[in-house]
């Protein structure tokens, strides 16, 4: 069995007065950049104007896959909990939905774009940002899956990363286990990076050890995040008809296999320093796996000049051109960004020191460190932001980041709704929230795949601690939301110690940051003014953004920087004996959840 939230139709925005500007000024000198904008659960596209304003947005959700069951595990006992998962086709279908209903509904609107592109093409370029680790295997011969994509808040790989840290852990080893890759990577060996996946595949799929295994095989191997998944699928030719025997979905043929260096640091595989794929690291990873006791001659190891995808930089021209959606046809990929990065890019975060935090499915706060990687102590990622590639050809320095990844925000939210049926929409959760005073010494820590940073604790599980009587649905609501805002001040308050620079306010984007509830609780625990950006969609700006620099529809950073507005600025009002209590409780109810996956005679 498993248990699926069904998808939904494609919802298309268009902004009547930014596309009547456009239509007056189509013949000078405007232009659009596309954005691919690849979520959790949902995939949209927008089309951003010359002058950085959002023409218009489109959005499909898919399903999202849950097993109870294991179709390679004959033990009845084996427990799915935590499992999360993709189907790589339904992805690729919202995205080409909501491209093709775009041009849609413009060309409804007097914009045929599609008519464009076959000749001076107004979209000059379309950039991706994507959902992070989310790991997708296929072979690119025969164009079929090896299973479906293992989402980055998948908790199964728990045990993959113990075996990991097992195999490169000894006892005259420096530090612990968790940072036996760290030096390299600048991550720790967590079930949340995507070489984890790639291990579990190896280890469980049957049709990929064979692949793996065989010498006619083994070269047509692949693995990738989603956006390589993507960049393949908009680059490939669609495969003949006789191909695709009784309606099997198959990948595309011939598609250009690439990442960027922001979704490679987040492998275990890339050394963070030579922006490359590192052997020692991948054989760290997936060396271990039982796959290679077979002892095919030639088949020790994971092949990484074949498996992985080619890194290049986060906004390049170069990436490849779009082959299979009609209405894009010749148009250039000219960007890829992990989500986060892309809206540390969108909120225009291109100077060291400067920091955003996104309230979306999960939580995450990222820092620019500039060009010299900072090494954490606290708990943090070290991870590429991003890198440049000029008009000209010209690779410029990586900057690199501060990271705090928190798995579950607005997905805390998404369970009051959908499991509890405590709320029928988000909305509703912010008048709840006010209807009471304060949470009346109530917690609730979303631990529901473990902890991440700053703990990385995946033996942590999800707790409400303090109950009483007179506690209510309100305050179930309220402490939920609360979580998110306690999250990121563990977050901030650490990123300030490794990077040694006081951050002076916090830009937010993302979802959540509608709740005005949840922005002022944010700044009062924080202390600190939240700054929320006149666009919220920053992550699809980001990519944009990239992609428009790379042929050349911006000059530079500092004119894209003059495109960022402040719309709204909460500033604290708690009082610092009320901070201190909510905080004091907080770290109270974090000790509650930990050690629930240990066992006890």
């Known amino acids: 069995m498993t248990s699926k ?275 020692i690291l991948v054989d760290a990873v997936c060396g271990g796996s039982p796959c290679w006791a077979k002892k095919v001659e030639g088949a020790t190891s994971l092949p990484v000049e074949t498996a992985l995808p080619k890194i290049v930089p986060s906004s390049d021209q170069t990436i490849g051109t779009i082959r299979s959606v009609s209405c894009l046809e010749g148009v250039a990929v000219a960007s890829i960004l992990g989500d986060q990065q892309a809206a540390l890019f969108g909120q225009t975060c291109f100077q060291p020191g400067e920091a955003k935090c996104t309230f979306g499915t999960g939580l995450f706060l990222m820092m620019n460190t500039g060009v010299t990687p900072v090494p954490s102590t606290q708990g943090l990622i070290t991870t590429v932001a991003y890198q440049l590639r000029s008009p000209s050809g010209e690779h410029q320095p990586p900057v690199y980041g501060l990271e705090g990844s928190c798995a579950f925000s607005g997905s805390t939210i998404g369970w009051l709704r959908d499991r509890l049926k405590l709320i029928n929409s988000a909305s509703e959760t912010e008048a709840l929230a006010l209807s009471i005073p304060s949470n009346e010494n109530m917690y609730l820590v979303p631990a529901f795949s473990g902890l991440f940073a700053p703990h990385w604790r995946p033996d942590a599980r999800g707790c409400m601690v303090g109950l009483t009587a007179s506690h209510t649905k309100a305050h179930i609501v309220r402490a939920a939301l609360e979580s998110s805002a306690y999250q990121a001040r563990e977050v901030f308050d650490v990123m300030v110690l490794d990077s040694k620079v006081q951050l002076k306010e916090m830009r937010v984007d993302g979802g959540a940051t509608a709740n005005k509830f949840l922005m002022q609780f944010q700044s009062d625990i924080l202390d600190t003014p939240v700054v929320r950006p006149e666009y919220l969609e920053t992550t699809a700006l980001g990519a944009a953004f990239a992609a428009g620099l790379a042929v050349g529809a911006w000059s530079d950073m500092e004119e894209v920087g003059k495109m960022w507005k402040v719309n709204t600025v909460w500033k604290p009002k708690m009082v610092t004996a009320e901070r201190e209590r909510c905080w004091k409780g907080w770290n109270k109810a974090v000790k509650k959840s930990l050690n629930w996956l240990v066992d006890e005679d």
């Open 5 to 279: 939230a069904k998808a939904h139709d494609c919802q298309v925005s268009v902004s009547q007065s930014i596309l009547s500007s456009f239509l007056d000024s189509s013949q000078s000198k405007s232009s659009l950049i596309g954005s691919i904008d690849q979520g959790t659960s949902s995939s949209r596209f927008l089309l951003v104007t010359s002058d950085g304003r959002l023409l218009s947005t489109a959005q499909v959700e898919f399903e999202q896959i849950f097993p109870e069951s294991s179709p390679y595990n004959d033990e009845p006992s084996t427990s799915c909990a935590g499992w999360h998962e993709h189907d790589p086709f339904a992805i690729w279908d919202s995205v080409a939905t909501c491209i093709v209903k775009t041009i849609e509904e413009l060309a409804g609107r007097g914009l045929d774009l599609a008519s464009y592109c076959a000749h001076s093409s107004l979209i000059k370029a379309v950039g991706i940002t994507n959902q992070r680790e989310t790991t997708v295997g296929w072979n690119d011969r025969t164009g079929r899956l090896y299973y479906n994509a293992i989402v980055w808040d998948d908790a199964r790989t728990g045990a993959e990363a113990d075996a990991i840290m097992s195999e490169n852990s000894s006892p005259d080893m420096q530090g612990e286990a968790i940072d036996a890759l760290r030096s390299k990577t600048g991550l720790p060996i967590a079930s949340y990076f995507a070489g984890t996946r790639v291990r579990w595949l190896i280890d469980n799929i049957p049709q990929l050890q064979h692949d793996l295994t065989c010498p006619t095989e083994r070269p047509h191997v692949r693995f990738g995040t989603i956006d390589t998944w993507l960049v393949y699928m908009l680059t490939g030719y669609k495969r003949s008809i006789k191909e695709m025997e009784n309606n099997e979905r198959l990948a595309h043929e011939a598609g250009e296999f690439k990442t960027d260096v922001s979704n490679a640091s987040r492998w275990l595989f890339m050394d963070l320093e030579k922006m490359a794929w590192d052997k």
